[in-house]
């Protein structure tokens, strides 16, 4: 590192000055039909420009779809009868070092991986009920859907 | 997750058993990736791992798919069509792709270069097309001067394009504002060397 700790310290805390809360990883963009937040056991409904958290689960309804942009510039988005769960996302605006997973249980989603996949392959994970995606970039359509027995 | 589906095995045996007739177990999922070519034809890269077993994606359209435990797929390829088909919504709510924008500035000074003036009205109508627009400005600068000094003056260039938006009917609180001095040159130079290239903003538009 050309700068040392102190150098890469200073940027980090000008960077981070007036940035959204550390809480909010990303943004809803895009709602179509029903679409919820599912924070905290609570359900809430998802409106254009509301702030996402570690450990919300996005999920639509039979008629809905939604889109997030993601503090990485990653775009996220889900069609019908789906859910989402952002299960971790840090992210270092200054490095673009980062982890971000997130968890497909049901339904379809489209997905542009960001800044995260691009500084380090294998540092986004997504996570279906069956398998595990290592994205190394960039753009992928995934469908998981439970077949009735 | 596990008994459940071992109860259902069983059953499913049972069935078979009494029906005499030996059909294959039913699929107990249906999953599939798509890698997709990017907007400017390239395509990245997937690793699908399921059941300790893993297959990499690494052309347009190619596919992964699971049916049954055990059992990680190739898919074949699909069309763009049959892709734009069977994920119309999820496509559909996309939202629109990060722009990024470059102005110039100059010397010494927090005065846009007469290119660079030019290019705002862009910036705005950038900004005009994303729901919810988040607005993150970085100013930097050149070599020349101290590293506090170059602080100083990369914010203020990075503060005079948020005026400018503001001026234009942008609410203030979707821009954020940063400046990284001389740390982050684009064009790597050495100390006190002047470089115009350098004295500059970034915008991004999300």
Same mark, same amino acid.
């Given at each position: 590192m050309r700068y040392g700790f102190w150098g890469l310290a200073a940027v980090a805390l000008l960077v981070t000055? #007036?940035?959204?809360?550390?809480?909010?990883? #990303?943004?809803?963009?895009v709602v179509k039909g029903a679409v919820t937040i599912e924070r905290a056991g609570s359900s809430l409904p998802a409106t254009v420009g509301m702030k996402l958290q570690e450990g919300d689960v996005i999920a639509t309804g039979r008629d809905g779809s939604a889109g997030v942009t993601f503090n990485d510039d990653s775009l996220l988005s889900i069609g019908p009868d789906s859910a989402l769960a952002i299960d971790r996302f840090a992210f270092?605006?200054?490095?673009?070092a980062g982890r971000f997973d997130t968890s497909l249980r049901r339904g379809t989603l489209s997905a542009v991986s960001g800044k995260i996949a691009k500084q380090s392959p294998d540092a986004m994970k997504v996570r279906t009920p069956s398998t595990i995606l290592g994205v190394r970039g960039t753009e992928f359509v995934v469908r998981a859907v439970p077949v009735a027995p | 997750m596990r008994p459940a589906l071992v109860g259902l095995a069983l059953l499913a045996a049972v069935g078979c058993a009494k029906a005499v007739q030996v059909s294959p177990a039913p699929p107990m999922r249906d999953e599939l990736i798509v890698l997709l070519p990017g907007p400017d034809g390239s395509t990245g890269a997937l690793t699908v791992t399921h059941d300790g077993q893993q297959r990499t994606l690494d052309a347009p359209y190619a596919t992964a798919r699971v049916q049954q435990q055990g059992a990680l797929e190739d898919g074949g390829r699909l069309t763009a069509d049959e892709v734009r088909q069977r994920f119309a919504p999820a496509l559909g709510a996309q939202p629109p792709r990060p722009v990024k924008f470059v102005l110039y500035f100059l010397d010494n000074s927090d005065e846009f270069t007469a290119a660079s003036k030019l290019e705002i009205p862009k910036i705005f109508s950038e900004i005009s097309g994303h729901p919810a627009p988040e607005i993150v400005v970085v100013g930097h600068t050149d070599r020349v001067g101290s590293l506090t000094y170059n602080d100083a003056l990369s914010l203020r260039r990075a503060e005079r394009v948020r005026a400018g938006l503001v001026q234009m009917?942008? $609410?203030?609180?979707?821009i954020s504002v940063a400046g990284r001095g001389?740390?982050? $040159?684009l064009v790597a130079t050495e100390d006190e060397v002047a470089e115009p290239r350098n004295r500059r903003v970034e915008i991004t538009v999300r």
């Amino acid at each position: 590192m050309r700068y040392g700790f102190w150098g890469l310290a200073a940027v980090a805390l000008l960077v981070t000055a #007036g940035f959204a809360s550390a809480d909010e990883v #990303g943004r809803v963009k895009v709602v179509k039909g029903a679409v919820t937040i599912e924070r905290a056991g609570s359900s809430l409904p998802a409106t254009v420009g509301m702030k996402l958290q570690e450990g919300d689960v996005i999920a639509t309804g039979r008629d809905g779809s939604a889109g997030v942009t993601f503090n990485d510039d990653s775009l996220l988005s889900i069609g019908p009868d789906s859910a989402l769960a952002i299960d971790r996302f840090a992210f270092d605006t200054t490095t673009h070092a980062g982890r971000f997973d997130t968890s497909l249980r049901r339904g379809t989603l489209s997905a542009v991986s960001g800044k995260i996949a691009k500084q380090s392959p294998d540092a986004m994970k997504v996570r279906t009920p069956s398998t595990i995606l290592g994205v190394r970039g960039t753009e992928f359509v995934v469908r998981a859907v439970p077949v009735a027995p | 997750m596990r008994p459940a589906l071992v109860g259902l095995a069983l059953l499913a045996a049972v069935g078979c058993a009494k029906a005499v007739q030996v059909s294959p177990a039913p699929p107990m999922r249906d999953e599939l990736i798509v890698l997709l070519p990017g907007p400017d034809g390239s395509t990245g890269a997937l690793t699908v791992t399921h059941d300790g077993q893993q297959r990499t994606l690494d052309a347009p359209y190619a596919t992964a798919r699971v049916q049954q435990q055990g059992a990680l797929e190739d898919g074949g390829r699909l069309t763009a069509d049959e892709v734009r088909q069977r994920f119309a919504p999820a496509l559909g709510a996309q939202p629109p792709r990060p722009v990024k924008f470059v102005l110039y500035f100059l010397d010494n000074s927090d005065e846009f270069t007469a290119a660079s003036k030019l290019e705002i009205p862009k910036i705005f109508s950038e900004i005009s097309g994303h729901p919810a627009p988040e607005i993150v400005v970085v100013g930097h600068t050149d070599r020349v001067g101290s590293l506090t000094y170059n602080d100083a003056l990369s914010l203020r260039r990075a503060e005079r394009v948020r005026a400018g938006l503001v001026q234009m009917g942008i $609410p203030r609180e979707q821009i954020s504002v940063a400046g990284r001095g001389e740390r982050e $040159p684009l064009v790597a130079t050495e100390d006190e060397v002047a470089e115009p290239r350098n004295r500059r903003v970034e915008i991004t538009v999300r």
